[in-house]
């Protein structure tokens, strides 16, 4: 099989180089000429033996889908699109829609496994048509980690359910990695704990809070004990709010996911402007005493973050 792909960054160089491992052949085209193997994307296309298959794999939103514009003027009919970035799982049905009038086909596909996937293989999480994830089949299988297929790989359904699983997976990854940080607070903050690093690495074996957020959480340990290299601005991607964003527009509870994502929106206010206020209330109604505010320890407002 030989396959295009668009995007050799971080995750797309790997993806590549394991998609070759497994004897797949790839062209791939980037924006940086010292990365592609092609000049244009219809130098791409004219590489690849039809019918052809491209693999998607840039920023979300304007990126993508100017990338899929482009691919619908130059594939064919019977021709495969698989968008392999964090795009919104409502843009996948206009993609779908756009290449559908050429008889392109399209699939969406969530993929987790980020810098570690080169070795140990990525989670895939698909939606569209079962004809169009056969035909693709192959591709997958050589990204998805060794095992059982049904324990990497999920058709998950309909055009978006791919993105839409790995929205959720990305809402629940930020609750667990909020868990274990408020976790490691609060052993680091009692006396008579002497050895937080130690506790968090005698659970990675036997107990029920293992997992390899926390094996990769020891690892951080293991290189600096004390965390002191690591500024505690946290920013988010994106999926985290978009999972909040479903959950209200589906009358669903989601207190961990949406609190994980406000203590980032917390991490990047060095004086929060809403603490302020209570101080302030607290001083106003019961007499409570303040800090006195210092101009070189103001951080930045409320709404400093960005998701890019």
Wanted: aromatic share 6%.
């Amino acid at each position: 099989m030989h396959i295009g792909l668009i995007g050799l960054g971080r995750m797309g160089g790997n993806m590549s180089s394991r998609l070759r491992n497994a004897g797949i052949e790839v062209t791939g085209y980037d924006r940086n000429p010292e990365t592609s193997q092609v000049a244009t994307l219809a130098d791409l296309v004219e590489a690849l033996p039809a019918p052809r298959i491209v693999w998607v794999m840039v920023p979300s939103g304007a990126p993508t889908r100017a990338t899929i514009e482009q691919l619908g003027e130059l594939l064919s009919e019977g021709d495969l699109v698989i968008d392999g970035g964090n795009s919104h799982f409502s843009d996948d049905a206009q993609h779908a829609e756009m290449l559908a009038p050429k008889g392109i086909g399209y699939l969406d596909c969530g993929v987790s496994g980020g810098v570690w996937g080169l070795e140990n293989g990525y989670g895939l999480m698909v939606g569209g048509e079962a004809k169009l994830v056969d035909t693709a089949m192959p591709i997958f299988e050589a990204l998805c980690p060794p095992g059982p297929r049904d324990e990497g790989f999920v058709h998950a359904g309909a055009v978006g359910a791919g993105h839409y699983a790995k929205m959720v997976h990305n809402g629940i990854e930020y609750g667990l990695m909020q868990a274990y940080a408020e976790g490691y607070e609060l052993l680091d903050a009692k006396d008579i704990v002497t050895d937080v690093h130690g506790c968090f690495k005698a659970w990675t074996r036997g107990t029920v809070v293992r997992s390899w957020l926390l094996d990769l959480l020891v690892k951080s340990l293991d290189e600096d004990p004390k965390l002191a290299e690591i500024s505690g601005y946290v920013d988010d991607s994106g999926e985290g709010r978009w999972t909040i964003q479903e959950a209200i527009a589906n009358a669903v509870a989601t207190p961990v996911m949406t609190a994980a994502l406000y203590a980032r929106f917390v991490s990047r206010q060095d004086d929060s402007p809403a603490m302020k206020a209570v101080a302030a209330l607290r001083q106003q109604f019961g007499g409570h005493p303040v800090h006195a505010a210092h101009a070189a320890d103001a951080g930045p407002s409320s709404g400093s973050g960005s998701t890019h």
